[in-house]
Structures are given as C-alpha cells and as structure tokens.
C-alpha cells in the first residue's frame, strides 16, 4: 500500500519543489461532484462481469454458481477445515455471494481503496496526463500505460496478480495498464478530477473477484481482470471509446 503513495509523492514534488506552482488544480484535484465520478465508479462492474462472461469462451473454463472453482483456488493457501468453515458460512447468507462481492467492491472502491489509489493517480492521471498533453490523447495513454504497469514490475515479480506466472505477468500487467489507461484518461478529462479516476481504479480493484468467483478452470494468465479475459474486454472498450469520440479527435483538456 505504501509503494502505491510514490507517484504521488513525486508528482508534489516536481509541482512545488521544482516548479515552484500550484499543486491542486494543475493535479485536477478536485471533488466537485458530476455524472462522470458515477460512470467511473460503476464502469468497473461491467468490466468484471463482461470479463466473467468472455472466461467462459476459454476452454477449460467452466460456469461455477457453487464457487467450486474459488474453493479450489483457495486449496493453497486454506486448510481444508477452513474451507469448509468458508462454505458453512457463505450457505448461510440469504443470497448468492457474487452479490455481496459487488456491493463490498463498490463500497471500497469509492473509499479505502480510492484513498489508496489516489496515490497512483494523482502521479499518473494528475501529474503525467498534464505534462504529456502535447502527445494527443492517444500516444499519451499509451506511454503513461506503458509506465504504469512497469512500475508494477516488482509487485508482480513477488507473485502479486499473477502467482502462477509471475515473469509472464510483468508483460500481462504492461498489456492491461496500458488498455486501462485511455478509459481513465477519458474519465480524469470528462470528470476534471483525478478523484474519479481514483474512484474507476479503487473500483476495478475491489471488483476483481467479481470476474472470478463463480468460475471454474484457466490460470491467472486466461480468467479474471487482469487475464487475458480482461484484456479482451478493454480492449472493446477502447474500441468503443476510440470509435465514440472520432478517433479520439473528441477528447480535450
């Protein structure tokens, strides 16, 4: 969580101590509330659940309702009395646990996990968007996707986000930054505030199980966000977000 404060960090930094200007409206720190904060908090669900539904074109996966395929994913690192306790405990809700994920995911994406996130991207959305402006939008999603996921390279490279694969997830993570990276972009730029685009990143965090938990099958490299999955469904969202505004010729700010 610390390591999520430097980009932060440095983008104050450059902002006071080396440019010597404002930090706050430069970094798009705002909270002025508009329908783009809504679009980024719940852009992520559809994200998870179309990503859920993309896993099951891979073979090998299977649709779970029981949540065998998250039991058995938890075989590692649960005893299976644990397990079992899990189980006893998730019959007993009223309903089917995928809704209580969703509803826990919303809610820490619009708090903790925002609060966190912030950190990030008022370094990358913040601080970089601004300075690469002359880029065009395009190639500056690009480069600031390309950056943001190396930087998650020693994350990745302990076992973070891609356990089973962890050298192969560097460029997994550098592939889904980089495909996010527009949609938050869009986000900053519509909402004028990189606190949306804290929120649409503490949100597909906190929504990542949503993608995997009534799934059975495939490996941290095909099923889930961060799979091959989820790539394929941002991908279609850049499609659609590149083909709405024109080519991006739409896009200011």
């Known amino acids: ?31 002025r509330f508009n329908r783009w904060f809504i679009v980024g908090w719940f852009l992520p669900l559809a994200v998870a659940l179309g990503t859920m539904a993309v896993s099951l074109l891979f073979p090998g996966v299977s649709f779970s309702p029981d949540m065998a395929g998250m039991f058995e994913r938890y075989r590692d690192i649960m005893t299976p009395e644990q397990i079992a306790q899990m189980q006893d405990s998730l019959e007993q809700l009223p309903l089917h646990p995928i809704f209580l994920t969703i509803v826990q995911g919303l809610l820490a994406g619009i708090t903790i996990n925002a ?31 390309f950056i943001w996921g190396l930087w998650h390279a020693p994350l990745i490279l302990q076992g973070h986000n891609y356990p089973q694969h962890p050298v192969t997830g560097v460029f997994m993570m550098i592939l889904f930054c980089m495909l996010y990276t527009p949609l938050l972009n869009y986000i900053t730029i519509k909402a004028n505030s990189v606190i949306a685009a804290a929120i649409m990143h503490g949100s597909i965090n906190g929504l990542a199980g949503v993608a995997i938990i009534m799934l059975q099958g495939g ?35």
């Open 115 to 145: 609060l966190f996130a912030f950190g990030e991207e008022l370094g990358w959305r913040g601080f970089l968007l601004q300075e690469l402006r002359p880029l065009g939008f395009a190639r500056a999603s690009l480069f600031i996707g």
């Open 1 to 31: 969580m610390i390591y999520m404060l430097f980009p932060a960090l440095t983008a104050v930094f450059i902002r006071k101590v080396l440019y010597h200007e404002a930090v706050k409206a430069p970094l798009r720190i705002s909270f």
């Open 219 to 253: 490996n941290d490299l095909t099923v889930g966000i961060t799979g091959a999955a989820g790539l394929i469904v941002l991908g279609i969202c850049n499609i659609v977000l590149y083909r709405a505004t024109n080519k991006y010729s739409a896009v200011t700010g």
